[in-house]
């Protein structure tokens, strides 16, 4: 529910903030609550080896840097509910790399759930007409294709150091690997002169509920669940997504909207059911 109201709060942010800048001060806010937290947890939760470090900036990398680029840009120009359509890849990415890594086999009923959940995105990103597929991609389609690639590697890379760190403590570091990242590009950015109190609402929003609440619950998940199973609850992501895109922005659903959803949780459906 949290990261589905991200996808109206970063619509919002993106059409003031630059992507860098609004970045920034997102994971900004999200580590003034993060680190007193992980501190408090564990007074020396910044005491790491070689290896932890080399996997914090990997995941600050994937799921911070890269995921806030390709998330920030892709709302620019695309519709809230028709990103967290194409966002909804996420648990058919993640499958997919798991199984590359992991050399592990993906069941017939499994492909035929990739190919659902890549019919459905398809439909989404062509506006419902899949002959006109490549005349209408956009590059707010390709961003926000980047986004769910970039989660899907942070969410399998997850796996190794959340068995020698906690959910905190890995969401923490990662941020602060990834809010370094995005900071040393924000000031080649302009900073708006005029911002409104609800875009102020909307970075508090995308740095608490989005990012520490977020965030951390959703390693807790990895952590007990596995990449996999967890990833399977993003299919109510552009659920939840599309109602707030309906009531807060005033978006129009359009048909081929809700057969696109169709398809994209079917497909994930039969992924992690079977």
């Known amino acids: 529910m949290m990261w589905g109201g991200t996808f109206i709060a970063t619509r919002m942010a993106s059409q003031v903030f630059g992507t860098f800048t609004g970045a920034s001060m997102r994971y900004f806010v999200a580590l003034l609550f993060m680190v007193p937290l992980a501190l408090f947890q564990d007074k020396h939760f910044f005491k790491i080896s070689r290896k932890q470090l080399f996997q914090m900036i990997l995941l600050g990398a994937t799921g911070i840097f890269a995921y806030s680029y390709f998330f920030f840009n892709g709302l620019k120009q695309v519709p809230a509910s028709h990103g967290a359509l194409i966002v909804a890849l996420n648990p058919v990415l993640v499958m997919l790399i798991s199984s590359f890594f992991d050399k592990e086999k993906v069941s017939v009923i499994r492909i035929l759930g990739v190919l659902l959940s890549l019919t459905g995105t398809a439909i989404v990103i062509s506006r419902g007409d899949l002959f006109s597929l490549f005349s209408v991609f956009t590059w707010g389609d390709a961003f926000m294709l980047g986004t769910p690639l970039s989660w899907s590697l942070y969410t399998y890379f997850a796996k190794e150091p959340l068995k020698t760190t906690t959910p905190l403590q890995a969401s923490t570091l990662a941020t602060i690997f990834g809010f370094f990242m995005v900071l040393i590009l924000a000031p080649f950015e302009t900073f708006p002169s005029v911002i409104g109190w609800e875009i102020w609402a ?67 459906f039969l992924i992690n059911r079977f």
């Open 202 to 268: 909307a970075i508090f929003y995308l740095g608490i509920c989005g990012s520490v609440l977020g965030l951390v619950w959703y390693y807790e998940g990895v952590k007990k669940l596995g990449p996999v199973k967890t990833s399977a609850f993003n299919n109510l992501i552009p659920i939840f997504a599309m109602l707030l895109s309906v009531l807060i922005l005033g978006e129009t659903l359009h048909n081929y909207t809700f057969y696109g959803a169709g398809f994209v949780v079917g497909g994930v």
